[in-house]
């Protein structure tokens, strides 16, 4: 069964600094890989995602992610947090195997950002 | 091009009752999926809908239901409400293919008393 892992439910870096969330996953297929930020009181907006094509993706906002085949990792980066990245962030897998491409999500990371 | 849109926002019930929730999908999108995300939790797939039949259950009762329509709007039906339904519910719409990108609504809050 997959299965995402987000290591660290809260973290906090200052204005201009490096954000790195982390996500590991589990999969027995190559797997689709996403990366969703909810703001509060909002639904889930898609910052990323992977589909076996380049390894390093690029997203919205300035955030990309690296998929990492031996390390079975998917963290999320940007190089300078802005205060409005201040969000929710959740990475997700699905599986290219099953027709309805359901979301398996991690736990989520709360971002803050210190002015 | 609208985007997915659910209502009511925000919904009370008392245990035991019954609760409707609806989803108007993204132009052009003929799947909608259904996730429960309980507070502090990640999203929970419910089940999903293509052109108007199931297509994929998560780990949810049977007391959980839903229908989808010809304009590819969407219903999920909870019955014999429990406390523990208590979330934030969230409709996501997209295409079948062989890339799935998933749009999510706002979400409506459920809230059992």
């Known amino acids: 069964a997959q299965s995402v892992t987000q290591l660290g439910s809260h973290v906090s870096v200052s204005e201009g600094a490096l954000v790195l969330l982390r996500c590991n996953y589990s999969?027995?297929?190559?797997?689709?890989l996403f990366w969703y930020v909810q703001y509060p009181n909002q639904g889930l907006q898609l910052l990323l995602k992977?589909?076996?094509?380049?390894?390093l993706v690029k997203g919205i906002n300035g955030f990309e992610a690296e998929f990492k085949k031996s390390e079975t990792s998917f963290h999320l980066t940007k190089p300078s947090a802005h205060m409005s990245d201040a969000a929710e962030y959740f990475c997700?897998?699905?599986?290219?195997?099953?027709?309805?491409?359901?979301?398996?999500f991690g736990s989520g990371t709360r971002l803050l950002v210190r002015p | 091009e609208t985007g997915v849109t659910q209502s009511p926002t925000h919904l009370i019930k008392t245990r035991g009752q019954q609760v409707t929730l609806r989803c108007s999908s993204q132009?052009?999108?003929?799947?909608v999926s259904w996730y429960q995300q309980a507070l502090g939790q990640g999203p929970q797939f419910i089940f999903q809908?293509?052109?108007?039949?199931?297509?994929g259950r998560g780990n949810f009762p049977p007391r959980f239901s839903g229908l989808q329509f010809p304009n590819y709007s969407s219903e999920l039906n909870v019955n014999a409400l429990e406390l523990d339904d208590s979330a934030l519910y969230l409709c996501?719409?997209?295409?079948?293919?062989?890339?799935?990108?998933?749009?999510f609504g706002p979400g409506t809050r459920l809230t059992v008393t």
């Open positions: 999969s027995s297929v190559p797997p689709y």
């Open positions: 997700a897998v699905s599986d290219r195997a099953d027709s309805s491409y359901k979301l398996i």
């Open positions: 809908y293509y052109r108007e039949e199931e297509n």
């Open positions: 992977y589909t076996s094509a380049a390894t």
């Open positions: 996501a719409s997209g295409t079948g293919g062989l890339v799935h990108e998933q749009y």
């Open positions: 132009s052009g999108h003929n799947t």
